[in-house]
């Protein structure tokens, strides 16, 4: 008899974690398991923004995914997956058709421009780590730039960082921007006042997940820190030089030299091309137990996924703490599925959102009105990643990762 195949189609949180929980729950004598991801490692995304500003290098935040794996179970394919044909049950790659009995979907995000003018080129992107690691030497550059033209020639916008949207990703930048303006400036000659930070979001708040009063805490350290929010502004286009904002009726530019987006994520853009008809944003509608509303050999994981929970009226928003839960629960639904038993309906468990203010601050909120901030929240946010690198690919990973006691 024939082994089944089961491909996971993405080595981010929800992936490897449905990898990582398959290797010690799938029979492998009448099964095989494909982990398809285009890179060979995995990233942790949730802290390419200390990477952004170079205050963590590249490979504290990534691992090898054949390290993180047990290869003897699961197969790694290092390939482009260009499309699936889920008529045929085909992965198609860059490396040839990979088939499949059940496809277990977490092929991540992208960033959104909401189809603003020249964002997509003239801004810089948090996605993954090449794009993180080139934030990081355009700004020095920039400085630089600055402290070697003649004084009367020099441009005020390399001295300006302007940051497109305050929600996690763009708030959790600013804090290690803050973190490392000191070093920028004392390496270059720079004066420190002579340096603009804006931040330009188009609500009225930052952070809405969190509470009013964690919310000023923030807002007073990043005062302290010269940090200027532009709230109820939107961001219209984005030229070679600035932002195109528009404040109030007219629109103006805001000059910077380092311009970067972080107000959108969206599913894969493959998944509109698979599913013309479900998939908005590149994300799917799926069933209570994770699998796509008519495909039941299809599980839909992590950013591609749109989880609509009991007592809810929209999806959860894509986090790596509801991947990494889809991941483990999908391993168990495929272990079920194969052996002809009925699949179980997906519950997320909020353990709350921690957003670090740069090495050594943070907020949390943990629900039921509990909050931390300062040194115990930063911890916290450690603790959380240490425990979702053991979820993910083990207690020897999450031990050589860790950051706990840095």
Request: aromatic share 6%; hydrophobic share 40%.
């Amino acid at each position: 008899m024939s082994r089944k195949r089961v491909v996971i189609a993405g080595g981010g949180y929800a992936g490897l974690a449905a990898a990582h929980r398959m290797q010690k729950t799938i029979a492998f004598e009448t099964t095989e398991v494909i982990l398809i991801d285009r890179t060979s490692y995995h990233q942790n995304c949730t802290a390419l923004h200390e990477v952004a500003v170079g205050n963590s290098a590249p490979e504290d935040i990534i691992y090898d995914l054949r390290k993180a794996l047990d290869t003897k179970k699961i197969n790694v394919l290092e390939a482009e997956i260009v499309d699936i044909d889920t008529e045929r049950k085909f992965v198609k790659t860059s490396k040839g058709d990979i088939r499949y009995d059940i496809l277990v979907n977490g092929l991540g995000f992208v960033s959104e421009t909401f189809g603003i003018e020249g964002m997509d080129t003239n801004a810089f992107h948090i996605s993954n780590i090449i794009n993180a690691e080139s934030i990081a030497s355009h700004i020095q550059g920039r400085f630089k730039n600055y402290a070697k033209t003649p004084e009367a020639e020099r441009d005020p916008a390399d001295l300006t960082i302007a940051v497109g949207g305050a929600g996690l990703t763009g708030v959790e930048l600013l804090g290690e921007i803050i973190d490392a303006l000191p070093l920028w400036c004392r390496r270059y000659g720079i004066d420190r006042k002579k340096v603009r930070v804006y931040c330009i979001e188009a609500m009225d708040k930052i952070l809405p997940m969190f509470d009013d009063k964690s919310v000023a805490y923030v807002r007073d350290l990043m005062h302290r820190h010269g940090v200027e929010f532009m709230l109820s502004t939107a961001i219209v286009g984005c030229s070679e030089t600035g932002f195109l904002i528009k404040p109030h009726e007219e629109v103006q530019e805001l000059k910077a030299a380092t311009r970067i987006w972080t107000a959108g994520v969206r599913g894969s853009r493959l998944m509109d091309k698979v599913f013309p008809d479900e998939a908005k944003r590149g994300r799917v509608l799926v069933k209570p137990d994770l699998r796509h509303p008519s495909k039941n050999d299809i599980y839909l994981i992590g950013d591609v996924a749109a989880f609509v929970g009991d007592g809810e009226e929209r999806p959860y928003p894509p986090t790596g703490q509801i991947a990494v839960q889809m991941g483990v629960h999908t391993a168990q639904n495929v272990r079920l599925q194969l052996e002809g038993k009925p699949t179980l309906p997906f519950v997320f468990k909020n353990r709350g959102v921690i957003c670090s203010l740069g090495k050594h601050d943070a907020i949390a909120s943990l629900g039921k009105g509990i909050t931390l901030k300062g040194y115990p929240a930063i911890k916290l946010k450690r603790v959380a990643e240490t425990k979702t690198d053991w979820m993910i690919s083990g207690v020897k990973n999450a031990i050589r990762h860790t950051r706990i006691l840095k």
